[in-house]
């Protein structure tokens, strides 16, 4: 999905959000993809990720479980609530690989790595982002 940020940039990444009250990872996640995408997912892989990142100079943490969707039902319609998503759709690994690249390294990397050669067994990727502005923070595989 392209999403549009609050400086004004553009960026790719999957289908996700914050879990609110009372909701668990995958329900929140089934809710943000069918919110940002307009799909219902019907099932879903084991954890294939977990991404955390520390950023630094903020004070704050994010912590990312990744799925994979295996079926899915609806057509691609955009109704995102956070009014941030510009576009969806399905690509080839390649131009997913690409479109991605514009993204912060803790999105791509983990992606890219996935696509490339998809494992079974769940990973953890761990950041650490330095700086305050996202236009030049700069992060730090661990």
Do not use: H
């Amino acid at each position: 999905m392209s999403n549009r940020r609050r400086n004004g940039s553009l960026d790719w990444s999957p289908p996700g959000g914050v879990i609110d009250p009372g909701e668990s990872a995958l329900g929140a996640l089934g809710r943000e993809v069918a919110e940002e995408t307009g799909l219902t997912v019907d099932s879903w892989s084991a954890l294939a990720y977990v991404v955390e990142v520390d950023f630094v100079d903020l004070g704050s943490r994010l912590a990312v479980e990744a799925y994979r969707a295996l079926s899915w039902s609806g057509e691609l319609a955009i109704d995102d609530p956070d009014g941030i998503v510009e576009e969806a759709r399905f690509c080839p690994e390649d131009t997913a690989t690409d479109l991605l690249g514009t993204g912060p390294q803790w999105v791509r990397e983990p992606v890219a790595e996935w696509l490339a050669d998809p494992w079974t067994e769940p990973r953890t990727f761990s950041y650490a982002a330095l700086g305050k502005d996202p236009a030049t923070m700069r992060a730090e595989r661990r």
